[in-house]
């Protein structure tokens, strides 16, 4: 006799967990809380549509914190694999410049959404929409509009506490927490960093890309663009350094990164080049000789001293590794990804929680943190064939 599981949520993490499960051995039905699945899914393909990355795995994995966490997820379901089940149900990918996965283009998100329901369709899956799960009954069987699901297993993919008019608002928490499952309150992850400006500086320059430049925090360094803005800095070369930044607020109320507005060049080549130039004057000397761009230049003016930014050693100093004081971050609803949710301690290697038997959770309810440009979806689809080819042993 089959089997019956219970996935509730509505997310990647349940799509891949139900694609991969066994129907032979399982009765799968989805439980999602809201009219329709895939909401924060297709929120997410509004900025262009990350699928994954296609660096190589061996350099992916790095990407998440903790470090070996997801390890076993993701090498069981790899970026290759994930473009290859994609490919396989209709949506073919492309690697673009930046190496990250999309669609290929002209594939709209909501197609890639479509091909994945008419997939589950096609086994069988039944997905019941507008069933809300509230609590367990005293055999550890799933309340969902106030009735009792019997059921053989559970899997939660209930997600972060961001983007809340998705669905994604984070009150489950409490619910886990009663339950004596240790919880961590979310935090914001890869969002806008809050910078207490000068009026002059913003005034001129919001809303300025700072285009090839590195930004460091704690010795981790994180290569692309950061565009100003009135709050501070958002952009993905500050998004990546977010547990470093997290971990400074934290401990001292405010954090330091540093800007390299030249990577491409040693401090010693741009200390040759200011010293050695015919101009005299040092912003023609920034302008022309190196290169950078009016809100660079007024940034090292604005925030320099004059005899800083007029001494060459000074200067070039600053332009390899210029410091920035943020005091927070953005609130989590305007965060792209939060951490927190299920503290990792809770939850077995197979991402079961440890004291409630047949009781899994994946995706990003679990308390672990990853840049954007893919690596969040990777790990919510890796995290779902990891349990489904778990379940699919198990029985």
């Not at 290859?84 to 669609?103: A, C, E």
């Not at 609803?333 to 290697?349: M, P, R």
Request: glycine share 8%; charged share 25%; with cysteine.
């Amino acid at each position: 006799m089959k089997k019956k599981i219970a996935i509730i949520g509505g997310g990647p993490s349940v799509f891949l967990l139900a694609a991969f499960l066994d129907t032979e051995k399982f009765t799968i039905t989805i439980y999602e809380k809201n009219k329709t699945v895939g909401r924060k899914f297709l929120v997410a393909g509004k900025g262009g549509f990350n699928l994954t990355h296609s660096e190589p795995i061996d350099q992916l994995i790095k990407r998440y914190t903790p470090n070996d966490f997801l390890d076993n997820a993701l090498l069981n379901f790899t970026n290759t694999d994930f473009r290859n089940w994609l490919d396989q149900i209709g949506i073919p990918t492309y690697i673009g410049s930046s190496k990250r996965v999309y669609p290929k283009e002209g594939i709209k998100p909501i197609e890639v959404l479509n091909a994945i329901l008419k997939y589950l369709k096609e086994k069988g899956i039944i997905i019941k929409y507008e069933h809300t799960f509230s609590d367990w009954d005293d055999n550890s069987n799933p309340i969902i509009n106030n009735k009792t699901i019997q059921t053989d297993y559970t899997a939660f993919s209930l997600g972060g506490g961001s983007w809340k008019v998705t669905g994604s608002d984070g009150n489950w928490l409490n619910t886990f927490s009663k339950k004596g499952i240790k919880t961590k309150k979310f935090q914001a992850s890869n969002c806008a960093y809050q910078i207490d400006w000068k009026p002059n500086f913003i005034k001129k320059h919001e809303g300025t890309p700072l285009k090839n430049i590195a930004i460091s925090c704690n010795n981790v360094i994180q290569k692309g663009e950061a565009v100003i803005t009135k709050f501070g800095l958002e952009g993905n070369s500050i998004y990546g350094l977010s547990p470093q930044i997290r971990e400074q607020l934290y401990s001292n109320s405010k954090a330091t990164v540093f800007i390299d507005f030249k990577p491409s060049l040693t401090l010693e080549k741009i200390h040759s080049k200011i010293k050695l130039s015919n101009y005299r004057n040092t912003t023609e000397i920034l302008k022309k000789e190196l290169k950078l761009s009016a809100s660079q230049i007024d940034l090292l003016k604005f925030y320099l001293s004059k005899e800083s930014y007029l001494n060459t050693e000074s200067l070039a100093k600053n332009i390899k590794k210029f410091p920035l004081e943020i005091i927070n971050t953005a609130s989590i609803d305007e965060a792209i990804s939060t951490v927190g949710g299920i503290d990792l301690n809770a939850i077995s290697k197979n991402f079961e929680i440890k004291n409630m038997s047949n009781q899994f959770c994946i995706g990003e309810m679990l308390d672990w943190d990853a840049p954007t440009g893919g690596y969040l979806l990777q790990a919510c689809a890796s995290t779902g064939v990891y349990l489904a080819n778990y379940l699919n042993k198990k029985e």
